[in-house]
């Protein structure tokens, strides 16, 4: 069995899934209430949130999965990217554990693990497909043949989808991080009633600033009554902006790289709309949508184990583009 | 203080390069604006300018981008902040080391963020067009980066 470990950003993490792909137990403690800026809850963003959680998120895995230390025959764990402070405290964790159980160690990339949701019992997809990674922090297109990687086709120039979602909800006074209750607001409204510009951008690269700022003066054109009135409409319409230029993009992605298949994976792949407009593509299951420690053990089954001591040696990275 | 008005996105970018042109590594750059204002365009422009091939995105959710151009550079975003307390103060320390920074919604670190070279502010005028302001207690510094901006913008 491998034990899982994710600490990239919000989520303190930790699974067991089996070599064969079954996973036994997946624990998120969500530090999303923490981070609710306008929410009135302690808003800190900090590592040692990771510190405190890191070791009883692991103990409730092993407990779920009615398994012990001694089941685990590697560690798997997030090596970036991310908040570098954030995944030091799992690479450490995951470096202790190794070391202690005389086990190997496998550094496993983020987006990897979204991709690797995909390779999970009971339903795994085998590539090749063409898949869309958008979350909060990413919005990328990615061609994949093989278990163990992928390549690039296209990304975001400037906001990822989520986080599109996530602002746009703020303007409309949902509160942050809104982008589920900007969803939820959106199945009242019609999404005709409001045309937010979808960005030109070359190639499959995506751009959703523009949109953003569409909604801002649009919201600062109504008056406090008309802009009640018809917020279920400009969160319909700004929903299917949004959708409307990942499904264009990702339909392209398939059609130049000859991809037969689809699939969607990351926070965004929850989004009711986004579901509604890709019936044949592949999406990943809710639980393994937003950040998790499965995805991450599923990646780790196509990478190769690290023994000791070179995995001391391991160091995070911020950047998909300083990996 | 210099203001300056912007009535593109290209506009934006390529005054960020005459000031991305004097800063060297330890140089904090930091750009304040409400949503939509152009914070990350302005940064994007500076990065290009220091040899930066990557994308250049919105740190919101991740909270620290890293980049390779002619120096390292951080691209911090503050946002889903509402203060900067010791702990993570910690988490975002190393991004400074030998780097110049740039911080977007740098309002939660007020007095926690080490001495500022420039403080750009972004204000929407309209659609297209913003006012940028720009200050810095170096002001030789400041009209070395931008003398003749004004004349042409």
Same mark, same amino acid.
């Given at each position: 069995?491998?034990?899982?470990?994710?600490?990239?950003?919000?989520?303190?993490?930790?699974? @067991?899934?089996?070599?064969? &792909?079954?996973?036994?137990?997946?624990?998120?403690?969500?530090?999303?209430?923490?981070?609710?800026?306008? $929410?009135?809850?302690?808003? #800190?963003?900090?590592?040692?949130?990771?510190? #405190?959680?890191?070791?009883?998120?692991?103990?409730? *895995?092993?407990?779920? *999965?009615?398994?012990?230390?001694?089941?685990?025959?590697?560690?798997?764990?997030?090596? &970036?990217?991310?908040?570098?402070?954030?995944?030091?405290?799992?690479?450490?964790?995951?470096?202790?554990?190794?070391?202690?159980?005389?086990?190997?160690?496998?550094?496993?990339?983020h987006l990897h693990g979204h991709v690797?949701s995909l390779?999970?019992?009971?339903?795994?997809?085998?590539?090749?497909?063409?898949c869309l990674l958008a979350s909060?922090g990413h919005t990328l297109l990615l061609?994949v043949?093989?278990?163990?990687?992928f390549?690039v086709l296209g990304t975001t120039?400037?906001?990822a989808a989520g986080?599109?979602?996530?602002?746009?909800?703020?303007?409309? &006074?949902?509160?942050?991080?809104? &982008? +589920?209750?900007?969803?939820?607001?959106?199945?009242?409204?019609?999404? #005709?009633?409001?045309?937010?510009?979808?960005?030109?951008?070359?190639?499959?690269?995506?751009?959703?600033?523009?949109?953003?700022?569409?909604?801002?003066?649009?919201?600062?054109?109504?008056?406090?009554?008309?802009?009640?009135?018809?917020?279920?409409? @400009?969160?319909?319409?700004?929903?299917?902006?949004?959708?409307?230029?990942l499904?264009?993009?990702l339909?392209?992605?398939? #059609?130049?790289?000859?991809?037969?298949?689809?699939a969607v994976v990351g926070g965004v792949a929850?989004?009711?709309?986004?579901?509604?407009?890709?019936?044949?593509?592949?999406?990943a299951?809710? *639980?393994?949508c937003?950040?998790?420690?499965?995805?991450?053990?599923?990646?780790?089954?196509?990478?190769?184990?690290?023994?000791?001591? $070179?995995?001391? *040696?391991?160091?995070?990275? +911020?950047?998909?583009?300083?990996? | 203080?210099?203001?300056?008005?912007?009535?593109?996105?290209?506009?934006?970018?390529?005054?960020?390069?005459?000031?991305?042109?004097?800063?060297?590594?330890?140089?904090?750059?930091?750009?304040?604006?409400?949503?939509?204002? $152009?914070?990350?365009?302005?940064?994007?422009?500076?990065?290009? +300018?220091?040899?930066?091939?990557?994308?250049?995105?919105?740190?919101?959710?991740?909270?620290?981008?890293?980049?390779?151009?002619?120096?390292?550079?951080?691209?911090?975003?503050?946002?889903?902040?509402?203060?900067?307390?010791?702990?993570?103060?910690?988490?975002?320390?190393?991004?400074?080391?030998?780097?110049?920074?740039?911080?977007?919604?740098?309002?939660?670190?007020?007095?926690?963020?080490?001495?500022?070279?420039?403080?750009?502010?972004?204000?929407?005028?309209?659609?297209?067009?913003?006012?940028?302001?720009?200050?810095?207690?170096?002001?030789?510094?400041?009209?070395?980066?931008?003398?003749?901006?004004? +004349?042409? @913008?």
């Open positions: 069995m491998i034990l899982g470990l994710e600490t990239s950003c919000d989520e303190t993490a930790a699974a @067991l899934v089996t070599d064969d &792909g079954h996973v036994r137990s997946n624990i998120v403690s969500s530090q999303a209430a923490l981070h609710a800026r306008y $929410g009135g809850v302690v808003p #800190e963003i900090a590592s040692r949130r990771h510190l #405190e959680l890191v070791l009883p998120v692991v103990k409730e *895995a092993l407990q779920d *999965a009615d398994a012990a230390l001694d089941d685990v025959s590697r560690i798997a764990v997030t090596q &970036g990217p991310g908040l570098v402070g954030a995944l030091l405290i799992g690479l450490a964790a995951g470096k202790a554990i190794a070391w202690a159980g005389r086990r190997p160690l496998i550094p496993v990339d690797a390779y999970l019992e009971p339903a795994p997809l085998e590539p090749p497909f063409c909060g061609d043949r093989t278990h163990d990687g390549a120039i400037d906001d986080e599109a979602f996530d602002k746009g909800a703020r303007l409309l &006074g949902l509160g942050y991080p809104g &982008g +589920a209750e900007l969803d939820r607001l959106a199945r009242q409204g019609d999404p #005709e009633a409001y045309r937010f510009p979808v960005a030109r951008t070359s190639g499959l690269d995506f751009s959703f600033s523009g949109v953003k700022t569409a909604l801002l003066y649009t919201v600062r054109s109504l008056h406090q009554t008309e802009l009640a009135e018809r917020k279920a409409d @400009l969160a319909a319409s700004y929903e299917r902006a949004i959708v409307t230029a499904v264009r993009r339909l392209a992605a398939t #059609e130049q790289v000859g991809a037969e298949r689809m929850a989004n009711s709309e986004l579901r509604r407009s890709l019936p044949s593509a592949r999406i299951p809710l *639980a393994l937003t950040d998790n420690a499965a995805m991450i053990a599923s990646a780790a089954r196509y990478r190769e184990a690290i023994p000791y001591p $070179g995995y001391l *040696a391991l160091d995070a990275y +911020a950047s998909r583009d300083a990996a | 203080m210099v203001q300056l008005t912007s009535s593109s996105v290209e506009e934006t970018e390529r005054l960020a390069a005459r000031l991305a042109s004097v800063l060297v590594p330890n140089d904090v750059v930091t750009v304040a604006g409400e949503l939509g204002s $152009g914070k990350t365009t302005f940064i994007r422009g500076a990065c290009r +300018a220091l040899g930066v091939g990557a994308p250049v995105t919105s740190p919101t959710f991740t909270i620290g981008h890293r980049y390779e151009g002619r120096s390292p550079i951080s691209h911090l975003d503050l946002y889903r902040f509402s203060g900067v307390s010791a702990a993570e103060w910690g988490d975002i320390e190393p991004y400074f080391e030998r780097s110049i920074v740039f911080v977007e919604w740098p309002e939660a670190a007020a007095g926690a963020l080490p001495p500022v070279r420039f403080s750009v502010g972004l204000e929407h005028l309209d659609a297209e067009s913003r006012l940028i302001t720009v200050e810095s207690s170096d002001r030789f510094l400041l009209e070395g980066a931008l003398r003749g901006a004004d +004349a042409r @913008l």
